[in-house]
């Protein structure tokens, strides 16, 4: 048995981006190496590490995906708004999950539901349902 250790090639199936708030958080599974800050991977693992964050949200209950196939497909989305606008961080990232059309049609149901809840208030008066001009900070970057 030999004692010299194979140097871990950092194969891509074993690299994933693990929330970095200095964009720094690539990791090898393989090997536990600590990958940093690494623009090449952003671009060429971009898929992997959108995943990551849409499993991220879903796991901590900020999001609800349905199924597997609704993640993809915002994933999807949320690739082609990352490579038009130049934008590999997380925060841009986070941002265009939260506002993809898929995510946002639960938030146009927790709006009826705000206002059904107002207008039947059960300890008090009803009140007028809030103002429904919401803009989304997205619209006016693209
Ligand atoms: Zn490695």
């Known amino acids: 048995m030999s004692n010299v ?11 994933f981006f693990y929330p970095a708030i200095n964009e720094d958080g690539w990791k090898c599974i393989g090997c536990d190496a ?6 090449d991977l952003d671009d060429r693992l971009l898929d992997s590490k959108v995943m990551g964050f849409i499993h991220d ?3 901590r209950k900020i999001i609800y995906i ?12 949320v690739e082609i708004r990352c490579r038009k606008a130049d934008r590999y961080d997380q925060r841009f990232i986070v941002a265009a999950i939260c506002n993809d059309p898929n995510v946002l049609g639960d938030g146009g149901y927790w709006r009826k539901e705000r206002n059904r809840w107002l207008m039947e208030r059960p300890d008090g008066p009803p009140l007028e349902p ?3 001009d919401v803009r989304l900070f997205m619209d006016k970057t693209e």
């Open 5 to 15: 250790k194979r140097a871990c090639k950092h194969d891509d199936s074993d690299v």
């Open 34 to 39: 600590k990958l940093g800050f690494r623009p």
């Open 57 to 59: 949200l879903h796991d």
């Open 130 to 132: 809030l103002p429904l």
């Open 66 to 77: 349905s199924n597997g196939t609704d993640g993809e497909f915002i994933a999807h989305n």
